[in-house]
């Protein structure tokens, strides 16, 4: 826990990628060769911070890409194709799939949970009731720190929860490769169809040739 600036307080939070994934070797070939600044290990750690004048804490944007990263699968794993190796790490800075996303917020939201379920000992509130004289107290300090991490884990996992519920609302890598590609309007014959064009479809016939035969016209 930083307790250098009153206004924040983290906890720190492991996330990584067991080898376990058919793409381990892949997703740390990404880690080791295509990540910003050099090489990162398959394991990392973060900090969630929660600032006193908020009542949700946005985990790390480097945590939740590590995550997306470490949480792609399915039919989402042809990202680490060789031919998407140089822009796979950016790809994971925005959300992939919803349920690459959910996988990602769940492995928060668990690491979360776990850490508020195993933090033992008295609360400030009773420690302090109970007559401590002096607030350099050991038990006070320590009341201190463990009220200070779980309000950090408290917020970050309200954050990570209200995410999970808004999953349909994000833009995924699919849509946003549509847009980039111009494809992603409604398709209109109107637009895409000339007049007197070997493609204009013939109301009678039903098909879309009607060049008469043998008029060649290269």
Known sequence: ????????EEEEEEGGDKKVSPFYDDKLDVL???????????????DVV???????SEPDPAMIQFLRLAK???????????????????????????????????????????AL???????LEKVMADGVGSEDDPNVLCAVVRESEGRALGRTL???????????????YQERRLKDLGLDSEWNTDDTSAKGSAFD????????QVRAPGNMDW
């Open 117 to 123: 379920g195993g933090m033992e000992g008295a609360s």
């Open 158 to 172: 309200e954050f990570v929860n209200r995410e999970k519920e808004a999953l349909d609302l994000k833009e995924y």
């Open 50 to 56: 929660s600032q006193q004048d908020q009542t949700e």
């Open 1 to 8: 826990t930083n307790t250098d600036n009153p206004e924040d």
């Open 32 to 46: 080791e060769f295509e990540t910003y600044d050099g090489p990162m290990a398959p394991t990392q750690t973060f």
């Open 201 to 208: 479809v013939d109301d009678e016939l039903g098909y879309g």
């Open 72 to 114: 792609l699968a399915g039919k989402d794993a042809f990202l680490l194709e060789s031919v998407f190796r140089k822009d796979v790490w950016d790809f994971m800075s925005l959300p992939v799939s919803e349920r690459n996303e959910r996988d990602a917020l769940d492995a928060v939201a668990d690491a979360c949970s776990v």
